[in-house]
């Protein structure tokens, strides 16, 4: 396992992610959610970060194709979605941005609830794997494409609580 982001750089990449979306929304009232268990650690310190009113939402998504091994689109599991989100600004908070697909298929799940505006917050853009048009409004970091782990990010459901971000070599993953 190789390190890619340190503690220290994680600090320092998230604090420059939270600058840009305070100034980005001004004090206005804000509500983060969080897509998927792998968001929880950056969520957790945006919250911290930020100083404006806040509402937290946390969304699963299930692929339609339940049963099957092949995955089907994603669907917001809007019974987990506490609060009305009409009328409000959203920022969609993801872990990693790689073919781009969840956030395309999630944003406009989110858009036909009415919010005000709907923005995107990603811990890591994969370098040279987006499949989509659409890019993330905000980004702590641009990696390379390899296989990352730590801060959130697992790989059969171990390495998620690292404190940092590390690639895992091949032998490591079966590869």
């Known amino acids: 396992m190789k390190v890619l982001l340190n503690e220290e750089q994680l600090r320092a990449g998230i604090a420059r992610l939270a600058e840009?979306?305070?100034?980005?929304?001004?004090?206005?009232?804000?509500?983060?959610?969080?897509?998927?268990?792998g968001s929880i650690m950056l969520l957790a310190d945006l919250v911290r970060l930020l100083d404006m009113p806040l509402r937290v939402e946390l969304i699963q998504s299930r692929g339609a194709n339940k049963g099957t091994k092949r995955p089907g689109p994603l669907v917001i599991d809007l019974e987990l979605l506490m609060s009305d989100i009409r009328g409000r600004s959203v920022l969609l908070v993801d872990d990693l941005f790689a073919t781009g697909q969840t956030l395309w298929e999630l944003v406009p799940q989110l858009d036909e609830l009415g919010p005000a505006s709907v923005r995107t917050a990603v811990l890591l853009r994969k370098q040279g794997r987006q499949q989509v048009s659409l890019q993330p409004d905000f980004v702590a970091f641009d990696i390379s494409d390899v296989f990352v782990v730590g801060y959130g990010l697992d790989y059969n459901d171990r390495y998620r609580n690292l404190p940092y971000i590390a690639e895992l070599e091949p032998q490591e993953t079966g590869g």
């Open 20 to 37: 840009q979306v305070r100034q980005h929304y001004a004090g206005r009232p804000l509500t983060l959610v969080g897509v998927m268990v």
